[in-house]
């Protein structure tokens, strides 16, 4: 219950295309999902993030769909470009005294020029 | 601005060993928190610490422990190094009131061998 499926596992884009990469949950009491971007040998970066009482969250070319009756929520990065290409997490997390997050297992995402 | 800062940035050490990694949180922020990310996963919360205090704890030995000091830095000590161990080391600082929101430090490569 406590764990949070990411899908694909790797992603392949042409530049100036749309990258989605997929989310799913069971735990109901989340209630914040950030998404991380990851460069090798650095520390994941929050994106953006969303709480469950808003369906979509844009920031720049980030966006974020999050669809509760289905336990699931997506990143989409809209005309994605060569310095795009990271790994990305998505995370969940509830509050029981503190935040701790539960993250997925991430995306590798290649932009190509 | 600084933000989290961690050392060192690489060790390696011998199985059996024991090994201490260290963070600066970022400025303002008063709660760290260390998470294992092992080789093409997701980052695993190992704990967190405010006032000196670990607040919670994930699925981790013993063999797994920390302090946190008065000006809010904290060490990640792990005894009894077995390969498994090998892996970056996260540590996240963020505001003990509650709101989510990690930053994270570029981590500590360890390696056991």
């Known amino acids: 219950q406590q764990q949070v499926k990411q ?7 042409q530049k100036g295309g749309i990258s989605i990469i997929n989310c799913a949950y069971e735990n109901t009491a989340f209630d914040y999902f950030p998404w991380y971007q990851q460069f090798p040998g650095k520390g994941p970066a929050l994106l953006i993030a969303i709480r469950p009482d808003v369906s979509e969250k844009k920031e720049g070319r980030f ?6 009756s289905a336990k699931q929520f997506s990143l989409h990065i809209m005309d994605s470009q060569p ?4 790994t990305y997490f998505c995370a969940a997390s ?3 005294g503190t935040y701790k997050y539960i993250f997925g297992t991430g995306t590798r995402l290649k932009v190509l020029a | 601005d600084a933000g989290v800062t961690q050392s060192p940035t690489h060790l390696i050490k011998t199985r059996g060993q024991q090994v201490t990694l260290r963070c600066s949180p970022k400025s303002g922020h008063d709660t760290v928190s260390w998470y294992q990310q092992a080789l093409g996963q997701g980052p695993q919360f190992i ?9 919670q704890r994930g699925n981790f030995p013993d063999r797994f422990s920390g302090h946190q000091f008065p ?8 005894n009894a190094l077995l390969l498994g161990d090998s892996a970056l080391y996260l540590c996240a600082s963020s505001s003990g009131t509650g709101a989510p929101g990690y930053t994270f430090g570029s981590g500590t490569r360890l390696t056991v061998v």
């Open chain 1, 7 to 13: 899908s694909p596992q790797s992603l392949i884009v």
């Open chain 1, 63 to 68: 966006t974020i769909s999050f669809n509760k």
């Open chain 1, 83 to 86: 310095g795009d290409s990271a």
């Open chain 1, 94 to 96: 509830f509050y029981s």
């Open chain 2, 47 to 55: 704990f967190q610490y405010y006032e000196e205090e670990e607040r």
């Open chain 2, 71 to 78: 000006n809010y830095s904290s060490e990640l000590n792990v």
